[in-house]
């Protein structure tokens, strides 16, 4: 009667331990919540990434031209969407192009308080 006990009693604990050594080898992950680190560019750093971003911010602006001229954005919602790129970049070169927040720095996120919604469907004509 005592052996069943026993070995149960010692299964457990080999159970347990094997949890604990689990465990003890893979640490839990640091909080998603932790605010970024503070990233500092290099003025040679800021010099290799003002013509970048200048090409992406054209290319944007003629990408929604062509979304004007498909009929799916207005000319005013364009000119309205370019301006905010535009104003965005400018305080990007003023915060030594760190600002945003696909760059590490306080921006307001995708769909968050203020973000535009995505574009409605185009009405059909």
Do not use: W
């Not at 031209?65 to 990007?92: H, P, S, W």
């Amino acid at each position: 009667m005592k052996k069943p006990i026993i070995c149960a009693t010692v299964a457990i604990l080999i159970l347990i331990a094997g949890i604990a050594l689990v465990y003890a080898g893979n640490p839990p992950a640091p909080p998603q919540n932790q605010p970024p680190q503070k990233i500092t560019l290099t003025d040679q750093q800021k010099q290799d990434l003002a013509p970048l971003y200048s090409q992406m911010l054209e290319t944007k602006k003629q990408i929604i031209q062509k979304y004007v001229e498909f009929g799916y954005l207005t000319q005013e919602q364009a000119d309205q969407r370019i301006a905010r790129m535009t104003e965005r970049m400018n305080r990007m070169q003023e915060h030594g192009l760190m600002m945003g927040g696909d760059f590490g720095g306080k921006g307001r996120g995708h769909h968050g308080h203020g973000q535009q919604p995505p574009c409605p469907p185009p009405a059909d004509k």
